[in-house]
């Protein structure tokens, strides 16, 4: 069943029409519709008092505050979807791993999976169970979001968790990942497997609380070359995207990948995440009929508002109209990005592709 084909309620209509699911759909728009990576963090000082009081991992597991950070994102800025205040990482301590973020460090798990022994010790999560906190504050923030702003619940994809899973902390090299896939290959599987039955039930588990999209964050595949994503990661990507509940818009988002492109698209995903370092044009020449989601650098959001403005007709400009583009950075806000800032872009970007002024 394709996405145009699914049944939806008198309810759902709102958001099922809006431009960010049409855009998912590759149908026109009246504008191409915009929302941010980490649109809910550290340049807003509402959030950073949040943080003042409470612990990133505690902010991630109270659900009414997980829900007030991601509806008061959308409310400030005007975007055109939510997306869940949560991480890629909560997954990991159902399945069996210590979780820390450490100040200063970011995420670090303790007892990181560096033998093939250690991946027997892994649990698998298949029904999603043990993350009830996820799901209570996608159902707290869709009850107070407006009802034609769908909301994006997200995972981490099957490599950049394992390669967390593996490295136990951020990576420039991957020497521990890597090591396993290319000496230890039944370990590799056997991981993968574990962590795409917990994605698949997760995910699912997330759209039955309420979220219209997901998308899979996969911010480390960019390292490999496309003969092991071919080998290594598409299979499992694959998988995941064909057990996500029919009818629900997947995108599927990494960074350094301008690569692996066509490959990333052979995992079925609905739309691609494109970083800044390919021409969105190009990009989308290359994969064909799917949705294109980006790519403007963060760090253009450090500039006036006439610079943001012309970057984003740039961007424009390259889609040409084409439906099927939702507008995104090529990665998130950046930390003392100027909120002003943000707030020019998304008014650029409705002003900018407005087609009744055409």
């Known amino acids: 069943m394709s996405l145009r084909e699914v049944p939806v309620s008198v309810s759902a209509r709102l958001w099922q029409d809006s431009p960010f699911m049409k855009a998912c759909r590759r149908e026109a728009t009246p504008f191409t519709p915009v929302w941010l990576m980490r649109q809910a963090g550290r340049y807003m000082k509402e959030y950073r008092d949040l943080r003042d009081r409470n612990s990133f991992l505690d902010l991630c597991k109270d659900s009414d505050l997980a829900a007030e950070v991601t509806v008061y994102a959308v409310q400030r800025l005007g975007v055109d979807a939510a997306i869940l205040f949560s991480d890629i990482l909560v997954l990991v301590e159902p399945m069996g791993l210590m979780l820390e973020y450490a100040k200063g460090d970011g995420p670090v798990i303790h007892n990181p999976l560096r033998m093939a022994a250690d991946v027997s010790r892994l649990s698998s999560v298949k029904d999603g169970s043990g993350l ?71 995910l699912n588990a997330q759209i039955s609380a309420g979220a219209q999209v997901v998308q899979l964050f996969d911010s480390w595949v960019g390292c490999l070359s496309p003969q092991d994503y071919q080998k290594y990661v598409l299979p499992y990507t694959r998988q995941v995207i064909q057990g996500i509940q029919e009818g629900t818009p997947v995108i599927y988002f990494g960074t350094e990948t301008a690569t692996l492109l066509e490959l990333m698209k052979d995992t079925g995903c609905h739309v691609l995440g494109v970083d800044w370092r390919v021409e969105l044009d190009a990009a989308w020449a290359r994969i064909g009929d799917v949705a294109i989601q980006g790519n403007l650098d963060p760090a253009v959001l450090f500039a006036e508002t006439p610079e943001i403005r012309r970057q984003v007709r740039r961007i424009l400009d390259q889609a040409a109209g084409r439906p099927g583009h939702i507008f995104n950075l090529g990665h998130g806000v950046l930390p003392n990005t100027p909120v002003g800032h943000v707030k020019a872009l998304i008014d650029a970007v409705h002003e900018l592709s407005d087609r009744s002024l055409k």
């Open 132 to 202: 009830e906190f996820v799901y209570d504050a996608i159902r707290k923030t869709r009850k107070d979001l407006p009802g034609h702003i769908p909301l994006i619940g997200f995972a981490g994809a099957p490599f950049t968790l394992a390669s967390y899973m593996i490295e136990g902390k951020g990576s420039r090299h991957f020497i521990h990942t890597k090591s396993m896939m290319y000496t230890e290959p039944d370990a590799w599987h056997r991981l993968m497997t574990k962590i795409i039955q917990s994605l698949i039930g997760y």
